[in-house]
């Protein structure tokens, strides 16, 4: 639910600034930021597309320091699903295999 959310608010973001009357100076961010998303929302590239959105969006958030917090939040959205990585039903586990992590004895 999480990867759905973050993408679903990645596209939202990226379509608002790109349908502003005036240039949204942060378009480039939002639009990196949105291929990001949509890569999580598939499931693709997990890790790689978390650290990507997490990137953008700290640079989105420190380039509006007036109103960055819902930048710096989905950031930490994004870096935490990187961290996570790919879920069950992804292309990922697809494609590479679920890869379970099982404690050892010591």
């Known amino acids: 639910m999480q990867r759905l959310a973050l993408g679903v608010v990645q596209l939202h973001c990226c379509f608002a600034c790109l349908n ?3 240039l949204c100076h942060t ?3 939002q639009s990196f930021a949105a291929l990001g998303g949509v890569l ?3 499931g693709l590239w997990t ?3 978390g650290v990507l959105v ?3 969006e700290a640079w989105i958030a420190l380039s509006l320091p007036s109103n960055g917090a819902p930048a ?3 950031a930490v ?3 935490s699903l990187a961290l996570i990585g790919p879920g069950a039903w992804s292309l990922d586990a697809w494609l590479f295999g679920r890869k379970p ?3 050892t004895d010591l």
């Open 27 to 29: 378009v480039v961010p």
């Open 101 to 103: 992590i099982e404690p």
């Open 77 to 79: 959205l994004g870096a």
């Open 47 to 49: 890790p790689i597309a």
């Open 20 to 22: 502003e009357t005036r």
């Open 54 to 56: 997490a990137i953008m």
């Open 40 to 42: 999580i929302m598939v």
């Open 72 to 74: 710096a939040v989905l």
